[in-house]
């Protein structure tokens, strides 16, 4: 039987060449071990990780709770289907809906099978001539048909036409043009409360409470795509929780599960029932394992008080990113909510990215000149110091005059 064997990352790379679907873009690394927010190569090059797991790893690599958590789980039931009850799934919902605004829970996969449940719930809720969705420049709902359409962003549409119908796009942040998209065939609204893959954009003040009206006013479903900002990265549990603004709908992954894989919609009661039997399911949606990693993720962060962890570590990266601001040319505009941190460029980011991996730092460039940084909510202050010190040598070299490349 074949196993992993301690291969060297040129022979994994070698491994993938031949076997692997070349649809992503990797780094020539084969990691092989996580703790915190430190990764290790194939090498035993240690790298600090600012971007651990693309989101997904909010709570840091292998954190001991989760990691009991599935140890204990794959050892007494794996999977069972959901024509069945298990007492994890229906915990997990409780304290969801216990943290958010007492909704109730479907289970599924991943953000963008969540995002394709709330396509369908808003269509099966809403009289059946409504059937538009409202969505936003720059924004990502994700990869499947149905949230690619949503997902108002050309790059992402080309070759796959004619998409599914029935998305307008607004741009973001312009309450009055979505008040113009407004008709009698428009079911819901569909945002990200901060757009993650659009750059860490944060809507201008009243936005989403202009939403809110919006929506009551014409009788339509508000959705909040919290698959990137929710389950505790912006010091709250939810973004929604920082402008007080409410939705009818909620879509939750990444983080949900603390690396696992798990997604969620949360719902109004009221609204929970137009998802009705037979015409939505995932089939390993809130299985055992992620149901019982999705506990431990809630506890993890209450006991070690993490949700205030990411005010104090946040300030860091606020202070230290808005005095390189001052003195860098290079930087346009620094965007941080908690644990979502935007850096705006006059450059491109590829470079930097490239430039962080050989100084051992691990961060993300998304629209061409925006680093993204989705650090681990238990970051230290000074692993914080750490990354601020290198961040500004990589973007004060990049800045005119710099000796960067």
């Known amino acids: ?38 990764v290790w190569d194939a090498e035993g090059t240690r790298y600090l990780d600012l971007f651990p797991g693309w989101g997904c790893n909010l709570l840091g690599h292998c954190p001991a709770p989760i990691v009991r958590a599935v140890q204990e789980q794959v050892a007494t039931l794996i999977h069972v289907p959901n024509t069945w009850y298990t007492e994890a799934q229906g915990q997990w919902a409780r304290l969801l809906s216990e943290r958010s605004f007492g909704g109730q829970a479907f289970f599924c996969n991943s953000g963008t099978e969540a995002n394709e449940a709330a396509i369908k719930l808003a269509r099966l809720h809403t009289p059946k001539e409504r059937y538009k969705i409202i969505t936003f420049s720059g924004g990502f709902h994700g990869r499947t048909l ?3 359409a949503a997902t108002a962003q050309p790059k992402y549409h080309e070759g796959l036409g004619p998409l599914m119908a029935g998305f307008v796009y607004a741009p973001y942040g312009d309450l009055e043009a979505v008040t113009k998209l407004v008709d009698g065939e428009t079911a819901a609204i569909l945002v990200e409360p901060i757009q993650g893959e659009g750059g860490i954009r944060i809507p201008p003040d009243g936005f989403l409470a202009g939403l809110r009206e919006l929506a009551d006013e014409h009788g339509l479903l508000l959705m909040f795509d919290e698959v990137q900002s929710g389950c505790g990265r912006t010091g709250n549990w939810f973004a929604y929780q920082d402008v007080n603004v409410v939705p009818d709908v909620m879509t939750l992954a990444k983080s949900l599960c603390g690396g696992i894989a798990g997604g969620a919609l949360l719902t109004k009661p009221e609204i929970a029932p137009s998802l009705r039997p037979g015409m939505h399911a995932a089939t390993f949606g809130g299985n055992p394992i992620a149901a019982r990693v999705g506990i431990a993720t809630i506890e993890m962060i209450e006991q070690e008080n993490l949700l205030e962890n990411v005010a104090t570590i946040s300030g860091v990266f606020r202070q230290r990113l808005n005095e390189l601001a001052e003195s860098c040319e290079t930087i346009v505009e620094v965007r941080i909510r908690g644990m979502m941190i935007g850096i705006e460029l006059t450059v491109p980011g590829a470079p930097l990215v490239q430039a962080a991996i050989d100084r051992k730092l691990l961060i993300n460039c998304t629209q061409g000149t925006v680093i993204r940084l989705l650090p681990a909510m238990n970051l230290t202050v000074e692993q914080a110091h750490e ?9 004060t070299q990049a800045a005119p005059g710099g000796n960067g490349n």
């Open 146 to 148: 149905g949230a690619t």
């Open 1 to 38: 039987m074949a196993t992993t064997s301690g291969m060297s990352s040129a022979e994994t790379i070698d491994l993938f060449r031949r076997y692997v679907v070349p649809n992503y873009t990797r780094f020539p690394i084969n990691l092989v071990r996580g703790e915190g927010s430190y």
């Open 387 to 395: 990354a601020c010190d290198l961040l500004g040598e990589l973007l």
